[in-house]
């Protein structure tokens, strides 16, 4: 079983960083491959990044790239997203998700942090 919980969310105007932490319980995080997802109001959840196993692979969403940075500290239990020159259209519900590395689909979730873009 693995539980996560995120944080770093909040109020920023355009142009701002936030960085989101997601902590991980359990003995085997480094087996997990974490992922970053967002939903924003009245639209479907969406992809954003994630990140491999061992922090070697990672892939974006096409409206996050060049803007946002997935990184993991596996000693910590604890996976990062860096949101550099966030716009308004970023404003969402962030989930951290989890899933083993063997898997295709997140089977464990966060229970999300408000990430709020001003213009």
């Known amino acids: 079983q693995v539980q996560l919980v995120e944080s770093g969310g909040g109020l920023v105007q355009t142009g701002g960083s936030l960085r989101l932490s997601c902590a991980a319980s359990?003995?085997?995080?480094?087996?997990?491959?974490m992922g970053w997802f967002r939903q924003a109001p009245e639209k479907e959840r969406e992809f954003v990044a994630f990140i491999t196993w061992n922090g070697s692979g990672t892939n974006y969403a096409d409206s996050v790239k060049g803007r946002f940075t997935i990184s993991r500290d596996n000693a910590k239990n604890t996976v990062y997203l860096q949101m550099n020159n966030l716009k308004p259209e970023d404003t969402a519900v962030y989930y951290c998700?989890?899933?083993?590395?063997?898997?295709?689909?997140?089977?464990?979730w966060g229970q999300g942090t408000q990430v709020t873009v001003s213009s």
């Open positions: 998700a989890a899933r083993y590395w063997t898997r295709t689909d997140y089977n464990y």
């Open positions: 359990g003995r085997t995080f480094s087996s997990y491959t």
